[in-house]
């Protein structure tokens, strides 16, 4: 999986059919609209030509920094209006702009397989944006977070305030964080429910349980993760029988998978289940 690293994101198979992604950016994983980009682009090519990826860890290089965020000192990552320029078309660009910028951080979302998001250190503004667009978080002890945008003047406009009141369960506190770029520990996290997990220590830590996450999930079926993750994404943003339904159509075929025998062989004679990939070439069909 070497050949999917960049300048700024280290990408590795620790363990079968688990992507350990390292962001890498020095000093602190700051975002430009280069990395961002260039984070998207790493992530879909795993998804489009890495083969029989079943989990992908995302992980920062850096024990005292997940991200800091938004790199301020980058002349792109805040667009500007310029003297003479139509203020409609500069709105409708900074509009596209941070479309895209959405669809980037947003990319975990469009991958079929699960993303785990191992926390540690700082998690600043984009930060938090780019970990709550992840399937699951871990959180070291040594996490702090921090939904920084309001304290530079903005609303948080990549993902934070449409994830956090969906996958937290209490929108007083989500408020709260979000009006006052408090930093907020692990712990508070936790109970939040913006991780599902706190670990011991900092980064080896929680990378370590990620990743043993990461390798149990990689033992099921990849066609049922693949569909579990589906079903779930759509039962977040439609009514319960929407889902029923969307989920009789999707398992109407899935039904027929060679991966539900396989799960009856391997239960009976106690030996470990082999799954091929999700993905076949279409000249194999």
């Given at each position: 999986?070497?050949?999917?690293?960049?300048?700024?994101?280290?990408?590795?198979?620790?363990?079968?059919?688990?992507?350990?992604?390292?962001?890498?950016?020095?000093?602190?994983?700051?975002?430009?609209?280069?990395?961002?980009?260039?984070?998207?682009?790493?992530?879909?090519?795993?998804?489009?030509?890495?083969?029989?990826?079943?989990?992908?860890?995302?992980?920062?290089?850096?024990?005292?920094?997940?991200?800091?965020?938004?790199?301020?000192?980058?002349?792109?990552?805040?667009?500007?209006?310029k003297p003479g320029v139509d203020v409609a078309r500069t709105t409708r660009s900074?509009?596209?702009?941070?479309?895209?910028?959405q669809t980037a951080i947003g990319t975990p979302e469009r991958c079929p397989f699960?993303?785990?998001?191992?926390?540690?250190?700082?998690?600043?503004?984009?930060?938090?944006?780019?970990?709550?667009?992840?399937?699951?978080?871990?959180?070291?002890?040594?996490?702090?977070?921090?939904?920084?945008?309001?304290?530079?003047?903005?609303?948080?406009?990549?993902?934070?305030?449409?994830?956090?009141?969906?996958?937290?369960?209490?929108?007083?506190?989500?408020?709260?964080?979000?009006?006052?770029?408090?930093?907020?520990?692990?712990?508070?996290?936790?109970?939040?429910?913006?991780?599902?997990?706190?670990?011991?220590?900092?980064?080896?830590?929680?990378?370590?349980?990620?990743?043993?996450?990461?390798?149990?999930?990689?033992?099921?079926?990849?066609?049922?993760?693949?569909?579990?993750?589906?079903?779930?994404?759509?039962?977040?943003?439609?009514?319960?029988?929407?889902?029923?339904?969307?989920?009789?159509?999707?398992?109407?075929?899935?039904?027929?998978?060679?991966?539900?025998?396989?799960?009856?062989?391997?239960?009976?004679?106690?030996?470990?289940?082999?799954?091929?990939?999700?993905?076949?070439?279409?000249?194999?069909?």
């Amino acid at each position: 999986m070497a050949q999917f690293s960049t300048a700024n994101i280290k990408v590795s198979e620790p363990f079968p059919h688990v992507i350990q992604v390292d962001l890498a950016r020095k000093p602190g994983n700051a975002f430009s609209t280069a990395y961002w980009t260039e984070y998207r682009a790493v992530l879909e090519r795993i998804r489009d030509e890495g083969e029989d990826v079943r989990v992908v860890v995302v992980s920062s290089a850096f024990p005292k920094v997940f991200s800091a965020g938004l790199d301020l000192s980058d002349k792109t990552s805040i667009p500007e209006q310029k003297p003479g320029v139509d203020v409609a078309r500069t709105t409708r660009s900074i509009r596209q702009w941070l479309l895209d910028f959405q669809t980037a951080i947003g990319t975990p979302e469009r991958c079929p397989f699960p993303v785990i998001a191992a926390c540690h250190g700082h998690v600043v503004g984009l930060g938090v944006d780019l970990a709550a667009a992840c399937d699951i978080r871990y959180a070291a002890t040594n996490s702090s977070f921090c939904i920084k945008e309001v304290d530079v003047g903005l609303a948080a406009d990549i993902g934070a305030l449409a994830y956090l009141p969906r996958i937290t369960g209490n929108m007083s506190q989500v408020y709260e964080l979000a009006y006052t770029a408090r930093p907020f520990g692990a712990q508070e996290a936790e109970k939040l429910g913006l991780v599902s997990k706190v670990v011991e220590g900092g980064r080896n830590e929680v990378v370590a349980a990620a990743l043993e996450l990461a390798k149990t999930i990689a033992r099921m079926s990849p066609l049922a993760i693949s569909g579990t993750k589906t079903i779930l994404l759509h039962s977040r943003d439609h009514t319960v029988q929407s889902n029923l339904e969307y989920t009789a159509t999707w398992n109407g075929a899935n039904l027929l998978t060679h991966d539900l025998h396989e799960n009856i062989r391997a239960l009976k004679t106690k030996t470990p289940a082999k799954f091929g990939p999700v993905k076949i070439p279409v000249a194999k069909l």
